[in-house]
């Protein structure tokens, strides 16, 4: 079955510090891939998403590049704040079952001023 | 807009009692998602209806767990009898039709402890 791996339980970068988190899936179809973000307390929500291969999702400085080739969907930032603390959820949605959305484990940004 | 509803947001029950968790899905949202999170297994998806109809239930965990969705507003899930393995948030999502690319919405989560 479809599955999203993300490697990583928390990163504990400071503030100004470029980050990468890593996230690969699993999957024999063509998925959209999304990045979803949850703060304490709240359910997640979409934080950005790329919808077909070489796509980049874009939001409040957070890029990652859809890699078909490498199956990978790596989110990335130049210079994190300590406002971006919180959990960061991988997730993929594709045809078969339905358009249900697999997500990863998660991984906690804790980022030090 | 109204976002997704849930209720209650917080409950403590003693074990072996029934807990209903209630949802109210954004309106027009032809997908209902349930899902648990608990800090062992992250996010499950537990079942999910499309347009009222179970689609995938093969994530509810036993046959303690049910859940039905009578109209396209409402949906419950229902954990009876209730163990201490089962505490952890329960989100209920919901989704706009079909095209892949749709972002689910999440509620707030009812944060369920059993004792």
């Known amino acids: 079955g479809d599955s999203v791996v993300q490697t990583e339980g928390q990163v504990l970068p400071s503030e100004g510090d470029s980050l990468i988190v890593n996230c690969s899936y699993e999957t024999t179809q063509y998925p959209s891939l999304f990045w979803y973000v949850q703060y304490p307390g709240e359910g997640p929500q979409l934080h950005l998403k790329?919808?077909?291969?070489?796509d980049k999702g874009r939001n409040k400085g957070f890029e990652a590049m859809y890699r078909k080739e490498t199956t990978s969907f790596h989110l990335e930032k130049d210079s994190v704040q300590e406002s971006d603390s919180a959990v960061y959820f991988c997730?993929?949605?594709?045809?078969?079952?339905?358009?249900?959305?697999?997500f990863g484990a998660g991984t906690r940004l804790f980022v030090k001023a | 807009d109204a976002g997704v509803i849930q209720s209650p947001r917080h409950e403590v029950t003693e074990m072996g009692q029934e807990v209903t968790l209630r949802c109210k899905p954004i309106?027009?949202?032809?997908?209902l998602f349930w899902y648990r999170q608990t800090m062992m297994r992250g996010l499950e998806l537990l079942i999910y209806?499309?347009?009222?109809?179970?689609?995938?239930d093969s994530g509810m965990p036993e046959d303690r767990f049910s859940a039905k969705m009578p109209n396209a507003s409402f949906s419950t899930l229902k954990i009876q009898p209730s163990e201490p393995r089962d505490s952890a948030v329960y989100f209920c999502a919901s989704s706009p039709a079909t095209a892949r690319a749709n972002t689910i919405y999440f509620g707030e989560g009812s944060w369920l402890t059993v004792v």
């Open positions: 997730a993929l949605r594709g045809e078969a079952g339905g358009f249900k959305t697999i």
């Open positions: 309106s027009g949202h032809d997908y």
């Open positions: 209806f499309n347009n009222n109809v179970p689609i995938d």
């Open positions: 790329a919808m077909k291969a070489n």
